[in-house]
C-alpha cells in the first residue's frame, strides 16, 4: 500500500460527503504520517505502514460520521495561532477573527484594557486578543468546565495569563466589576433550523450553537446586563447571525448604547455588532 492508492481508497469512501473530499484525505494522511501534504505529491510512491493505514482507515470512517477536521486534527488555526480543539467546545471560525480585529482597533497602544471574553470556548479569543496585546488584562467565562479546561490549555500552549471564570454569561462575575470592553460569540441560531442539521454541525455542542427558539436569547440577556458591567465609555462587541443585524441594533439602543455600528465579513454580511456604553 503507498500513500496515492491509500488518497483514492480514501476519496472513494468519502465520495460526495464530503465539500472538500480531496482536500479531507490528504490532511488526515498528512497527519497520520506526521508529514505536509506536499510530501504526499512529493513522494506518491512511498509506502504506507501497517499503523498508519490502520489510524488512517479509523481517521476515514471517523470523518464519513461525520466528525469535524478540527476535532480529528486535535486543532484549528485562529489568527495565525493554533489552538487544541476538542468536541466539548465550538471549532474556531474564521468569521470570528473580524470580532478580534474589532476589538483590537478599539485598544488604545498605550493605556491598558481590562477585557471580559463570555463563552470562551477553546478560549482562542481572549488568548488571541492578550497575545497582540499583553499589556491588557483579560478574563474570560464559560458555563462548560470542560471548555475552560481546554482554554487553559490552550493559554498555557501559548503562554498567556488570562483569568478564567465558570459563569453563566455574568451569573459568577462581582457586581462590583467593570470593564472597558466585552466582547462575545455566543450562540445565536434558532433552535430547530435547518441549518443545524446541516455538514458537520450535528458534532459541534448544541449549546455553543443554539440559545433557544429565536437564535436572540442569549444577544438579548447579554445586552441587558452588560452595562452594568461597563466603565463609562465602555464597548460591548457581539458577534451574530446575518440576518440579526437590525434586531441587535435595537437591543443595544433599547438597554442604552449610543454609538451602535455593525461590521461586515468577508462574504459582505452583518456579523459584528458594537454599541458603546455611556
Request: overall charge negative.
Amino acid at each position: 500500500m503507498d500513500l496515492n492508492t491509500g488518497l483514492e481508497w480514501a476519496r472513494q469512501q468519502m465520495g460526495c460527503s464530503s465539500d472538500s473530499t480531496t482536500l479531507d484525505a490528504e490532511v488526515l494522511l498528512a497527519h497520520c504520517i506526521g508529514k505536509s501534504r506536499s510530501y504526499l505529491y512529493t513522494w506518491p510512491e512511498q509506502a504506507l505502514s501497517d499503523e498508519h493505514w490502520e489510524a488512517y482507515q479509523a481517521l476515514i470512517t471517523q470523518r464519513l460520521m461525520p466528525t469535524p477536521i478540527a476535532y480529528l486534527l486535535g486543532e484549528r488555526e485562529f489568527f495565525s495561532l493554533d489552538f487544541k480543539t476538542t468536541a466539548v467546545a465550538l471549532i474556531p471560525r474564521s468569521d470570528t477573527e473580524l470580532l478580534v480585529e474589532a476589538t483590537l482597533e478599539r485598544c488604545p497602544k498605550n493605556s491598558p484594557f481590562k477585557i471580559l471574553e463570555l463563552g470562551t470556548g477553546t478560549g482562542a479569543i481572549a488568548i488571541t486578543l492578550k497575545i497582540h496585546q499583553p499589556s491588557n488584562t483579560v478574563t474570560a467565562t464559560d458555563i462548560s468546565p470542560q471548555c475552560l479546561e481546554l482554554a487553559k490549555q490552550n493559554a498555557v500552549r501559548h503562554k498567556v495569563d488570562i483569568g478564567w471564570i465558570l459563569s453563566d454569561w455574568f451569573s459568577a462575575i462581582e457586581m462590583s466589576e467593570r470593564y472597558d470592553m466585552i466582547v462575545s460569540n455566543p450562540p445565536y441560531i434558532a433552535q430547530g433550523d435547518f441549518y443545524l442539521t446541516q455538514g458537520d454541525l450535528p458534532a459541534e455542542p448544541l449549546l455553543a450553537l443554539s440559545p433557544g427558539p429565536t437564535g436572540m436569547e442569549s444577544l438579548q440577556q447579554i445586552i441587558s446586563i452588560a452595562p452594568g458591567y461597563l466603565k463609562p465609555n465602555g464597548y460591548l462587541l457581539l458577534e451574530h447571525g446575518y440576518d440579526q443585524e437590525v434586531a441587535v441594533a435595537n437591543l443595544l439602543k433599547s438597554n442604552g448604547f449610543t454609538n451602535i455600528s455593525c461590521q461586515y465579513d468577508i462574504n459582505n454580511l452583518p456579523r459584528i455588532s458594537i454599541g458603546q456604553c455611556i
